[in-house]
């Protein structure tokens, strides 16, 4: 059974910093693509940025120039390190991973993250 554990959300101001970070356990196989994506209240949800085991990354490019992912493939973890944050950042943040043999899509519960003026 995969899980995906988040953590590091919470409340910041405008221009402030946070660091997510998600843990997955259950595959002995580890997951090629790992990432985040986020939902607003009323708006869908949207890519923030996916890392491949190779280490290439995607972004959305609304976060281009602000916000770094990384993974540890010996952990299975997946860190997103947010910058210069706005209120417009504000959503739930949802992890997900891909694992390596099923393609199966797997997501984590979510982790709030609010930016205030």
């Known amino acids: 059974q995969v899980q995906l554990v988040e953590s590091g959300g919470g409340l910041v101001q405008a221009g402030g910093s946070l660091r997510l970070s998600c843990a997955a356990s259950g595959s002995g196989f580890g997951f090629n693509v790992m990432g985040w994506f986020r939902q607003a209240p009323g708006k869908q949800r949207e890519l923030v940025a996916h890392i491949y085991r190779s280490g290439n990354t995607n972004y959305a490019d609304s976060v281009k120039g602000r916000f770094t992912i990384s993974r540890d493939n010996t952990k299975n973890t997946v860190y997103l390190q947010m910058n210069s944050l706005k209120p417009e950042d504000t959503a739930v943040y949802y992890c997900?991973?891909?694992?390596?043999?099923?393609?199966?899509?797997?997501w984590g519960q979510g982790t709030q993250v609010t930016v205030s003026l």
């Open positions: 997900h991973a891909v694992g390596s043999i099923t393609g199966t899509v797997h």
